[in-house]
């Protein structure tokens, strides 16, 4: 088979399972392994096994056919109903269901993976990759199409804009969680054409600090935030996937306390006391405010000497010295964050949370106060510590001057002049420029030149490796010479694909969010920071589909109804964003001098009030966005309005045959009225009749009471006639 | 029939039909009538008629048997379940259906309430009280239970507490929008136990203004909003109306622009365009403004005229000209608050609301809004204008000399003292005082007494009148004249009760919901204000069972799932006390005079600041609460849980006899390697084999992957173990 064939078939191969056993005995590892294939085989899916490279096989795993998934299928539809997540039930034949609605190859995937994955009390094969029992079973993935991957990134690399269509086939392919981030970001990137547009108008004509470009850009992030959210159920409803993330996954690590079971159900449930949660989520508070001091001290460190530096020593070596800040940062900085995210990953599994989505919420919101001070906080110094209390901090900057002791001719170089020290205006926006044009530039490169090398780099080790052991003679024959000829080409590729990295979408939607908050937060510091972005998320949005389709496995297409708890921070940096803005656009009036020329004329209340009012008017038109954004008609909630009709109907015309059978009485005319006087003729002669039945036997049918009714009208009119006439 | 017995039966009665043709020529009102009796009978209604007070007609209906309810239960039920207020879909034997979930008396009177009004092609008798075509139609109403209400109310008057049966039954009688009234009331009678114990400390140790008590009264405003929330949804399960409010019922006043037929469902759709909405919606900004204004300038023109004669006017009847500007509030108030709500209903009418739901909501908006204004601005004008900035406006009152310069000896009497003046720092808490006892107590009064003097004065007036008429000679016979004497004392209650008011529990709730906001916006300046309501709110919930019991027609009993757009009232008022809290706590902190000891001596960013302050606390403590509160469990969220489970392994179980038919592969074994086999040589015989065919065929069945991947995990170790030694 030629390699342009092996890209293109994936011989039927629904999951491929790498069964790594290098530390395991091997008597163990194979007892395990017939564990694995039998576990599969319980789920109904066929297995084929084959070498891998680096004491691993590979097992191939196919449903066997459509009819096997059935069950997952139908349990699946039958959560879903019951969550609201569709309308109707599933019908019971499954079989007609299913060629009514067929599989896209998203869910197919999906489902395949769950029945290999879930707990077998739920009807999978309960292999949990790296953990407990299954820990040799190193990865489950399926294999990437490469045909279509090829066509997909050159239709992206030559359109400026995705269309619904790509979005929905990013959907069909990659699930639900994926391509939420990419509707995410190009949502985003259209949005971003008019900050771009309005920037760059605003650089050139109002100059930095403009009040009115600062009002615009905080009207923009609310709306963008706000329609975020409506197109978030629009997709939602698009792709039958609303509701879903009520659907909870239970945690495999939860650790329970008790178990009891229910009465009603006689479901077995674990409990673990709310309130102990809540005592180990109060450590949340020391870790934030740990951190805080940590990576605070560490950027006001690194910050405080770059100033001391650049402001004043003035010795030799000093355009050199400035990037020593920037070097201890770039040294310790991910050292720092790396400690952090392990202690908040520590932390929130020490939080024992019951289901996925409270754990990952849990972790996100961590992840988030993390990114939030290494991100913004440099310019929160600069903006709100160094410009206002610049001159009284500055000359206590000689502490710095041992890190440049060793440089410095003489210590006068070393002493920060007593008067006559000006802060620099410049600095805040040479910083908000570094962060949104060179650290996105950077990012970006990393994030695609760093696993290239890390694969070259590996493969070419490995190659160095055997190259090495075939000249010492004992070589480990390459795992290839067992392979049939006819599949080699696939298998390599397959061995290829085991060896990648796995996708985390989150880490993405992560850096779109953290790059939206310099947009509200700092934007109004340098107007053209919109434009810098659009640059960069088209070349974002394309790279992160090479990403996937070649440095990456092919991901689990999980289900997603929204981009989860970045919502929530995406929320929180429009509405802190109203504060900064404001206050930056008051404390740097006349072009960044401050009102009234200088910064010392700050005046508090002037300040508190502005952020007060800025702060007020962001939450009334926070508040009319919604209301207006909630009244617009969407295609999404058409159809779901669309689905719930028909279902209604159904069952109404279901129902219209029953009610048939009710006697009528639309036309009981004299039909009615005679059964009503043998009903009442022989009620009557039973002399036990109750004051009710002779109180509703007085008029027999509606005839009788209309005639009855008529006379009464006539009586009353006449008699009361006399004394009307009197009063007119 | 006794007296007695009267007030025991309703005679099966479900509603009594008051036709009233005071205005209508008799011809027309006999035809119109003929209408109403056929359009009751073509949906199964058997109807009774006697004659009524006034030129009118009583037509009693009830359902002929609970066979005719079916349709109605069914398309109730079927709504309910695709809006996932019930777990599963009604079974499709509806007698069945009832058997097993009678139908409890709210939900009875409710569904043959919709069968009379709803349009005729959602299958009721479209009859539109007071509306259209049946102007005639004066009232549809239930009959009392009177034996019920005595027992009711004797047992509500014994007990301090109500329990949660006390509200079930309230639901099952009532319906649960008023059940939800009594519910919130209750909930907030409860929690009004701990700010009026603290509330009573506070006063006796803390005095007045004190920051300790603000910060309590505000986590405790907090708390209480937020379990209130809670609690709803709670309620909602426990009583099966969660998501109630979800079904959106049309409204027949909408006037649709254009109609369109959707390509889909078929069904016409009325549309009116959401942006024409808006822009009339727009009209709320100069309404707002305009009823702030004409009320403010009332309000601030009483106060002015208060604050002269009190402060400035020293003449004579000075005691009595005191009372002037209450009088002058107590006769302009209501007139302009009536034109205003008069305004606010025409307003909402025009904005065109498509549901009852969405007129509700932006009419108690705008009726918050001017009884914002109306209960809260004199209190606020006191604190923040007249406190702060009274030495500066005192001297200026002399405007209003006019006012009582008929009383004055001399023009000395009107002049205000250029200097030496001082604010009154009484007078704040004087206010707060005649708010939260003298006014509550005066509507409580009012709430009982009027209804009551309007049903007897009406009385004595009948009574009156045809005394007159018999003495005149051209008596008109009274209505009972025609009664059988077996129902006369039956039929007598029916036209009692047919002269009685309609309840409304929006203007309650309203009452509560400004009540809570003296508590949460002012109570710091008097912190025995909880005292005096929970003794106010005992009798109050006490009073209002007596009004619909006695005073009013008995309600129809709509469902509800919450108490409506109060909640974001209560939301709102909550979040603004914590604005005032701290702004009264720091201006009049010493014991109300001021930081420092005077007014003048309050700094514009330490207001600010306290201000902001607390506001942020306010916002991270709710985020607090609620997150704690949603953690608790409740017997509600028990409830749906079990209820679900219990529907899903209902489906999960019917659908595995079908998964049984689907061959197995868990103990495959022999049976399916022969079967393997088979196949396989059957394939390779066919030459036009696949790829993926050959790929799939080389291993037959699990225990045949087992061995290959066994035998690969062997060679592998051994081969693999010379370089590993090296390696160790």
């Not at 319980?42 to 097992?59: A, K, M, P, W, Y």
């Not at 294999?143 to 979005?167: G, Q, V």
């Not at 001290?297 to 004043?312: D, H, K, Q, R, Y």
């Not at 005319?669 to 509703?696: C, V």
């Amino acid at each position: 088979m030629a390699k342009g064939q092996a890209l293109e078939s994936n011989m039927d191969v629904d999951y491929v399972i790498s069964y790594r056993f290098v530390k395991t005995d091997k008597a163990v590892a194979a007892a395990k392994f017939e564990q694995l294939v039998q576990a599969l085989a319980s789920v109904r899916l066929q297995t084929e096994v084959r070498s891998g490279d680096n004491h691993s096989i590979l097992l191939f795993t196919k449903i066997a056919s459509d009819e096997h998934l059935f069950g997952e299928v139908y349990r699946s539809r039958v959560r879903d109903w019951i969550h609201g997540v569709r309308a109707a039930a599933p019908p019971k034949e499954t079989r007609e269901a299913l060629e009514a609605e067929p599989l896209y190859e998203a869910e197919r995937l999906r489902i395949i993976y769950q029945l290999i994955t879930n707990p077998v009390a739920e009807g999978g094969a309960g292999i949990t990759p790296k953990e407990g029992e299954w820990e040799n079973v190193e990865s489950v993935f399926a294999l990437h199409d490469h045909a279509y991957n090829a066509e997909w990134i050159k239709r992206w690399s030559t359109s400026y804009f995705l269309k619904t269509e790509d979005l929905d086939e990013i959907r069909n392919r990659l699930g639900e969680k994926i391509a939420f981030y990419f509707a995410f970001t190009q949502s985003y990137f259209a949005f971003l054409i008019f900050p771009a547009a309005f920037g760059f108008s605003a650089w050139f004509l109002l100059g930095h600090f403009s009040p009115i470009y600062g009002i615009v850009s905080a009207v923009w992030c609310t709306v963008f935030t706000e329609y975020w959210k409506h197109q978030e159920v629009d997709l939602g409803v698009r792709w039958g996937v609303r509701g879903v993330s009520k659907i909870e996954a239970k945690r495999k690590d939860f650790k329970h306390e008790k178990q009891i079971t229910d009465p009603v159900t006689g479901e077995t449930v674990s409990i673990f006391p709310a309130i102990k949660r809540l005592q180990r989520q109060l450590w949340q508070i020391p870790f934030a405010l740990g951190a805080a001091i940590l990576l605070g001290a560490l950027i006001a460190t690194c910050f405080g000497i770059e100033v001391f530096i650049s402001e004043v020593y003035n010795g030799p070596f000093k355009s050199g010295l400035v990037f020593l800040p920037t070097g201890i940062a770039t040294v310790f900085m991910p050292i720092l964050s790396g400690i952090l995210i392990n202690f908040a990953t520590k932390l929130t599994e020490y939080e024992n949370y019951e289901t996925h989505r409270a754990y990952e919420i849990a972790l996100t919101q961590k992840v988030f106060v993390l990114n939030f001070i290494t991100s913004y906080l440099p310019i929160f110094l600069t903006a709100f510590v160094y410009v206002p209390f610049g001159t009284l901090i500055v000359p206590h900057l000689d502490i710095f001057s041992l890190t440049v002791k060793p440089f410095a001719d003489n210590d006068k170089q070393l002493k920060a002049p007593k008067a006559g020290f000006a802060i620099n205006p410049d600095r805040l926006r040479k910083q908000v420029i570094y962060f949104t044009v060179t650290a996105q530039i950077v990012n970006l490169g990393m994030e695609l030149v760093v696993p290239y090398l890390k694969r070259h780099g590996l493969l070419r080790f490995k190659k160095m490796q055997s190259d090495r052991a075939a000249k010492n003679g004992h070589a480990a024959p390459a795992p290839a010479h067992t392979d049939v000829p006819e599949d080699a080409a696939f298998l390599d590729r397959v061995r290829q694909e085991a060896e990648l990295g796995v996708y985390d979408v989150t880490s993405d939607l992560r850096e779109m969010v953290i790059q939206f908050g310099y947009l509200s937060l700092f934007s109004v510091v340098w107007p053209l920071t919109a434009v810098s972005f659009i640059i960069n998320d088209w070349f974002e949005l394309r790279a992160d589909a090479v990403k996937i389709c070649v440095e990456m496995q092919r991901p689990i297409p999980w289900r997603a109804d929204t981009i989860g708890p970045w919502l929530d921070s995406l929320s929180f940096l429009t509405w802190l964003g109203s504060l900064t803005t404001s206050a930056l656009v008051y404390m740097f009036s006349n072009d960044g001098l401050g009102p009234g020329g200088h910064p010392s004329s700050i005046k508090g209340w002037a300040l508190l009030l502005t952020i007060i009012f800025a702060e007020h008017a962001f939450f009334v038109l926070r508040w009319g966005i919604r209301v207006a954004i909630s009244k617009l008609d969407s295609p999404g909630l058409q159809k779901e309005h669309r689905e719930r009709f028909l279902v209604r109907k159904h069952y109404f015309e279901e129902n219209l045959s029953q009610l048939e059978k009710v006697p009528q009485m639309t036309e009981p005319g004299e039909a009615i009225n005679r059964k009503g006087l043998e009903e009442d003729a022989r009620r009557s002669s039973l002399k036990a009749s109750t004051p009710e039945d002779r109180f509703w036997g007085r008029q027999r049918g509606w005839k009788e009471t209309v005639a009855i009714g008529r006379s009464l009208i006539e009586t009353a009119n006449v008699e009361m006639s006399p004394e009307r006439k009197k009063e007119l």
